[in-house]
């Protein structure tokens, strides 16, 4: 029997009075305007989709490579704070950590109760001179062999340095496997962005962090990702990533393509204090995470915060910051429309400021007794 709840609905950019029916496990029908029958109930705030972060190196104290345990933490703290679906992202593993966690991983995206959705692999193929914090010893360019495990069907998304030797044709060869992959860690010219767009590249991993600056002469990824209307750019919004008015640029110049990611690192929903990720020690702060050099090494975000963040720094609406953190990111993983019949009925509703009061997954809402709510 379907469930038919009426709200205001934050759905493609635009917050109107709406309705949404729940058909077991999937939504049966959304739409702005007067419901199609009475609602069996009204809720008081703003319902919109379940968030989507396409980066999450770990949370609440663990990284995503920690084993179940570990998973099991992250999962609450993505819960807690809406994100319904997550990609765990392995930071240029080497092959032993990857077979290693691929398959944890894989058993977890096939767990239905697990907002696990796929894995995101940054790097190995990654520029050196744009490395952040991967550890330079373990990256290396697709000429030099791509590793089977680069393609596992748990993997999502992969971003790369399109100038490295190999990964034109690496796009190419991912695309056609049915695997997203974004741009990062670059020093790319604004032909080889150009190109590896043509190859299928769909989107850019952090803008402005980790690559080559935009300059007047020599443009550059930045200047191809603002304006190439083919990808979707992904943003840290803290405030520390990236300038706040840098960011309203790329909220103006990307418009629908922008995609909010936060990059969270174990830090993140945790104390202030010293972590590992990815083989590296980070220390985590109140504004972002720093390894012991003072480089940059992810953030404390967790994804509400930057839909949040993404309306108090820009001139963003709630709606276009809720697109930006749940359809946006959904479409660069290659999911299908998360508003559409059909799809999983993964749902938030929130306040006017955007803070998460419920979370929705596969039809039924995390309960109040749910440990989800002791942590938010």
Request: glycine letters at 10%; aromatic letters at 4%.
């Amino acid at each position: 029997m379907s469930w038919l709840v009426s709200a205001l609905l934050a759905r493609q950019r635009r917050l109107a009075a709406g309705w949404v029916e729940i058909d077991g496990t999937h939504l049966g029908g959304v739409g702005h305007g007067p419901a199609p029958r009475e609602p069996d109930e009204r809720l008081d705030g703003i319902l919109a989709p379940g968030l989507y972060d396409l980066q999450v190196n770990g949370a609440g104290g663990h990284e995503v490579s920690g084993g179940p345990a570990a998973l099991d933490a992250v999962d609450a703290v993505q819960l807690a704070h809406g994100v319904t679906s997550y990609l765990p992202t392995l930071i240029s593993p080497d092959s032993e950590t990857a077979e290693r966690v691929l398959p944890q991983l894989a058993e977890r995206t096939a767990d239905p109760s697990s907002p696990v959705a796929g894995v995101h692999l940054e790097g190995p193929f990654l520029s050196r001179e744009h490395a952040g914090m991967h550890p330079v010893g373990r990256l290396r360019s697709p000429a030099e062999g791509v590793p089977d495990w680069v393609e596992h069907p748990a993997v999502r998304l992969v971003t790369l340095a399109p100038e490295l030797p190999g990964a034109l044709e690496l796009i190419a060869r991912l695309r056609e496997r049915g695997i997203a992959v974004a741009l990062g860690h670059t020093g790319a010219s604004s032909e080889i962005a150009r190109a590896a767009i043509d190859s299928g590249a769909r989107a850019v991993t952090h803008i402005f962090n980790a690559m080559a600056p935009l300059d007047h002469q020599a443009p550059g990824l930045v200047a191809i990702a603002l304006l190439d209307p083919r990808v979707h750019v992904s943003v840290i919004a803290d405030g520390v990533h990236v300038h706040p008015l840098v960011l309203e640029l790329v909220r103006v110049a990307t418009a629908a393509r922008a995609t909010l990611a936060t990059d969270a690192t174990p830090a993140a929903a945790a104390r202030p204090g010293r972590y590992q990720m990815g083989g590296v020690l980070i220390d985590g702060y109140e504004d972002a995470a720093r390894t012991a050099e003072g480089v940059l090494a992810g953030s404390i975000l967790t994804l509400d915060h930057a839909v949040r963040n993404w309306t108090a720094m820009t001139e963003a609406t709630l709606a276009e910051a809720l697109f930006a953190a749940s359809e946006a990111p959904a479409a660069v993983a290659g999911r299908c429309d998360p508003t559409a019949a059909g799809a999983p009925a993964d749902l938030v509703l929130l306040d006017r400021g955007g803070a998460i009061q419920r979370v929705m997954r596969g039809g039924k809402w995390l309960g109040e007794e749910a440990a989800w709510r002791a942590i938010r």
